[in-house]
């Protein structure tokens, strides 16, 4: 089987469409969302129906809830929360009866997959550094667990002894003896310096897992936002994945 | 808790954090650091950490190990020191950072900057010559008569004759193959000759809207799109 995981798609249809197609071409069998489909970007609208229609598994994002009027913005920053404004007036009514039936957390197959944190989901925790790595490896007893919300790509694992590797590989092959705690990486709004999308695919034939990047037209979703008079900052990062 | 950075051929591949009290290193996957490479022996070293120092020791290997370049049986390691074993370079800090993309000034980190800047100085090279001849222009990639053409008429044609407005090469090709058509802000490539094709980022292409950055290739030769944004 060959599973692929995206997540922190933040309304950029753009990136959302370059997907899918790659998904066709990787002959992917079974697609999971990690949540955060709203915010920031442009499409809330078609690409929560997109999602719904390619993902078997989706779960819920902290943009997502608060797009739901499940929790409020005053912890977002400036710009997140000005989007967030904005977001919540374009939903439709049927985006939000989509979204209402995301879920929060989802097992299988020994995975574990979250949007935030495995330590407490709700409570949208960052892991940011290897105290948060370590923290969380407690958290859960699966195999892998995987994440998205800091837009940042990243394949830690530990061994039954409590060594840590963090790899600096794009594909790692998941070994017996080791547990690990991935980044899924962002579809619409990259932050590691790589523009491109991010997502991860996971072969359970060979056993390799790898950060699949995928360039897309963020021209066109900078012009979209452009028109929309959103922040400059929030159209800029785009182009540099920052 | 101390750390080994462990690169090859000085690209970080992976940092190794460990509490243990003996790490080993070798080729084979019952090691805690594993070097896959035919350069590596088996069990290739031993790294041992005391209360106050950790001390290196080569297992006897085929092809030795090396202590900042020189060739050692047993060393004590002092932070920053480097530790090779093939085409591998094992970096020893005392004490582990504590943060995820610490590859710092290294591997991944290096590539996205140089990208990144790349990405940047290209976008600045668009601007400047859109600005310069202010109108969206066509760049000759490979096989162009000129550098650059600016689109500055409402039609400019594309083709073998000497009557089109930009000259392109290939035996397959029409007089005139296609034209490039402002329309509003927005330029459409249309394909119009019977005998050759118009491509663009390497599809055929009969009626196209050029978007920054396309590649443009009719027969053998290659134009880049570069849209005024100004």
Redesign the interface.
């Known amino acids: 089987m060959k599973y692929a995981f995206f997540s922190d798609v933040h309304a950029n249809f753009e990136a959302l469409k370059a997907f899918a197609i790659d998904l066709q071409n990787e002959r992917i069998d079974k697609v999971f969302f990690l949540g955060d489909a709203v915010g920031y970007g442009p499409n809330p609208n078609e690409c929560v129906e997109m999602i719904d229609r390619i993902a078997h598994v989706k779960l819920i994002g902290n943009h997502d809830y608060a797009a739901l009027g499940l929790m409020e913005t005053e912890y977002f920053n400036q710009y997140a929360a000005e989007a967030m404004s904005w977001t919540r007036n374009s939903l439709s009514k049927e985006t939000i009866a989509i979204l209402s039936k995301f879920q929060i957390s989802h097992t299988f197959d020994n995975i574990l997959i979250v949007h935030s944190s495995p330590r407490e989901p709700e409570m949208w925790h960052y892991i940011l550094g290897m105290t948060d790595v370590e923290e969380n490896f407690k958290h859960f007893t699966q195999k892998i667990c995987l994440v998205g919300h800091t837009h940042r790509p990243f394949i830690v694992s530990i061994d039954s002894k409590g060594n840590c590797i963090i790899s600096n590989k794009p594909e790692e092959k998941i070994l017996p003896g080791r547990r690990y705690l991935i980044n899924i990486g962002s579809l619409g709004q990259p932050r590691d310096g790589d523009p491109r999308s991010c997502y991860v695919i996971y072969d359970t034939k060979t056993q390799i897992i790898r950060h699949k990047r995928v360039a897309y037209d963020y021209d066109a979703t900078q012009k979209r936002m452009a028109a929309l008079g959103m922040p400059e900052y929030l159209i800029e990062r785009l182009a540099v994945g920052r | 808790m101390p750390e080994i950075i462990v690169k090859f051929e000085d690209?970080?591949?992976?940092?190794?954090?460990?509490?243990?009290k003996r790490?080993t290193i070798g080729r084979t996957?019952d090691n805690?650091i594993v070097l896959d490479n035919r350069g590596v022996s088996r069990r290739h070293a031993i790294i041992e950490f005391g209360d106050k120092q950790a001390v290196v020791i080569d297992n006897e290997s085929l092809n030795g190990t090396f202590l900042n370049s020189r060739k050692i049986t047993e060393e004590i390691l002092k932070d920053n020191d480097t530790i090779t074993i093939a085409k591998y370079n094992l970096i020893y800090h005392q004490e582990?950072?504590?943060?995820?993309?610490?590859?710092g000034v290294d591997?991944?980190?290096l590539l996205?900057?140089k990208?990144?800047k790349e990405?940047?100085a290209k976008?600045k090279m668009s601007k400047k010559l859109t600005a310069e001849t202010g109108c969206s222009i066509l760049l000759g990639e490979s096989g162009a008569e000129k550098e650059m053409f600016p689109l500055a008429h409402s039609v400019v044609t594309i083709g073998r004759s000497k009557l089109a407005n930009i000259k392109a090469k290939g035996v397959f090709l029409s007089s005139v193959q296609a034209k490039i058509v402002k329309e509003g802000n927005d330029f459409w490539l249309v394909n119009i000759g019977k005998k050759g094709k118009t491509k663009v980022n390497g599809e055929d292409v009969d009626k196209y809207m050029l978007?920054?950055?396309d590649l443009i290739q009719v027969g053998k030769t290659v134009f880049r799109y570069i849209e005024n944004r100004a």
Request: glycine share 2%; proline share 3%; charged share 45%.
């Open positions: 690209k970080v591949i992976e940092r190794f954090l460990t509490e243990k790490v996957p805690d582990a950072r504590r943060d995820l993309d610490a590859f591997g991944t980190m996205e900057t990208k990144q990405l940047i976008d978007k920054n950055d």
